[in-house]
């Protein structure tokens, strides 16, 4: 069984900077896609940012120019950097993974970002 444990979150104000990262409990995986999603309180799940193995990164409208994904194949890590954040980014980051059709997710850490 993978677990992913994600880490960073936090209460920032407004135009404030936080750094999460995710790490997968088995490095012997080789992930397709590594991928932050987030949850606003009574919203749909939605994704922010998404990295393939291979480097193609892609981001939520709302979110380019403002967040930044990258990812460790060696150590199975995925971070997303926020940058510029605005109150409407408030809500519950999750860590997400794929690999040949097995998909796991992470426990979600807060993120609160006062006006």
């Known amino acids: 069984q993978v677990q992913l444990v994600e880490s960073g979150g936090g209460l920032v104000q407004a135009g404030g900077t936080l750094t999460l990262s995710c790490t997968a409990s088995r490095r012997s995986i080789n992930f397709h896609v590594m991928c932050w999603y987030r949850q606003a309180p009574a919203q749909k799940r939605e994704l922010a940012a998404t990295?393939?193995?291979?480097?193609?990164?892609q981001y939520a409208d709302s979110v380019k120019g403002r967040f930044s994904i990258s990812r460790d194949n060696v150590k199975k890590m995925v971070t997303l950097r926020m940058n510029s954040l605005k109150p409407e980014d408030t809500g519950v980051y999750y860590c997400?993974?794929?690999?040949?059709?097995?998909?796991?997710w992470g426990q979600g850490t807060q993120v609160t970002v006062s006006s």
């Open positions: 997400y993974a794929d690999f040949i059709g097995s998909e796991y």
């Open positions: 990295m393939d193995y291979a480097g193609k990164r």
